[in-house]
């Protein structure tokens, strides 16, 4: 069994970022691999590791039934502007799946943590969103679908459910832009409250970068864009994975 877990260790390593070469690791990352690859060796768990490993991870951000035809009409305008440089970007349940090796590392660092906005796994019933981005516009736009968990004032969305998919948004166009990022600043000026159930753009500008700061603007709107809910300014600071993880 030792030569089948020594095998399973290697096959881990593998599938690691390519930063995180042996001489990288942590002592502490080392036993991770080393215990998953103990766990994942015994021979009726062979299969199910390598699937795991090479499986594509769930995609969050395509239509679910849970979707109105507001939501749904939007995200075909913005899917039909493909050929206008606009790009629907995958949404995962965690960040590191978006890394080099994530799909493998995100099972071996706390395997059991979910991204906050896509912690319930009833569609419809938080956060529903998708995100378009265009690299030439340096823009990003997050359709926003909120459900009945995220009630703050009877019938209308929390503010602190406001400022999270304003933080995910505006961090989603910073890290597409300008690589991985971490919130150090975020602004925000409440306009309009928004009624559960309806659909939002969250429409968000990077506006400059400054060595390894990031500053994003952001705008709430109605889907028709008649009606202003939200404002906002983020500044965010380029990090790297491995910083946050231990190597």
């Known amino acids: 069994m030792w030569r089948n877990t020594m095998r399973f260790a290697a096959v881990l390593c593998r599938h690691l970022p390519p930063q995180m070469n042996p001489q990288n690791l942590t002592a502490s990352l080392k036993k991770v691999i080393l215990e998953s690859a103990v766990e994942f060796s015994r021979p009726a768990r062979t299969i199910a590791w390598s699937r795991a490993l090479c499986s594509a991870p769930k995609d969050y951000g395509v239509p679910n039934p849970s979707w109105s035809a507001e939501m749904m009409s939007l995200y075909e305008r913005y899917s039909a502007k493909g050929a206008e440089s606009w790009e629907r970007l995958p949404s995962y349940k965690r960040y590191l799946t978006y890394s080099a090796g994530g799909q493998c590392l995100s099972r071996l660092h706390k395997p059991t943590a979910r991204l906050f906005t896509r912690n319930l796994e009833e569609e419809g019933a938080g956060f529903e969103y998708t995100v378009f981005a265009n690299k030439a516009e340096r823009r990003a ?107």
């Open 141 to 247: 736009v997050c359709l926003f679908q909120a459900g009945p968990l995220l009630e703050g004032p009877p019938g209308h969305v929390h503010g602190g459910a406001i400022a999270t998919i304003i933080d995910s948004a505006t961090g989603i166009c910073a890290t597409y832009l300008t690589g991985f990022v971490m919130t150090a600043n975020l602004n925000i000026n409440y306009r309009n409250p928004i009624p559960l159930g309806s659909v939002v753009l969250v429409e968000c500008e990077l506006d400059r970068t400054e060595g390894r700061k990031t500053f994003v603007s952001c705008r709430i709107t109605s889907a028709d864009g008649s009606k202003l809910h939200a404002e906002a300014t983020a500044l965010f600071v380029s990090v790297s994975v491995g910083t946050l993880i231990g190597f």
